[in-house]
């Protein structure tokens, strides 16, 4: 199932952090596009020769990216997922413009209205990230 972004999370611009999905499989796993445009609105005042995105929101592209896979759940369907927190995230570069990234979620536990995902960040084919989500639903 490859739904609108915009039809899944209750994120909007400038909050929504991913552009599309690739994949989603409800109470599975998800996976989305994002690219990393030189307009992005958290280059705003930086200075062009060193543009670095900033790594909680590479996390919360990502934590939207698994909020897909809870919230496309008939269940779940019209509550709110909240980022719960972070468990060994690892970064091994940083991400800039001209960057093309995929976020990939997997769900490893549902219970009720708390969810653990895996998730991780490639960018042409290599892993930049991977990190451990905790969410919550409401």
Known sequence: MKPEVQDVIPQRYPFQMI?????????????AVKLISINEWFFDNKKAGNLVVPRPIMIES??????????SM???????AFFGGIKNA???DDF??????VFEVELK???HNIGLGHG?????GQQ???????????
């Open 128 to 138: 930049i990230c991977e990190a451990d989500l905790i969410f919550a639903v409401e």
């Open 109 to 111: 536990k549902l219970k």
């Open 19 to 31: 552009d599309r999905f690739i994949d989603v499989k409800p109470g599975e796993s998800a996976s």
């Open 62 to 71: 990502m934590a939207q990216t698994g909020v897909a896979a809870i919230l």
């Open 120 to 124: 991780t960040i490639t960018r042409d």
């Open 74 to 80: 008939p269940e779940y369907k019209g509550k709110n």
């Open 96 to 101: 800039r413009p001209g960057d093309k990234l």
């Open 90 to 92: 690892v970064f091994q």
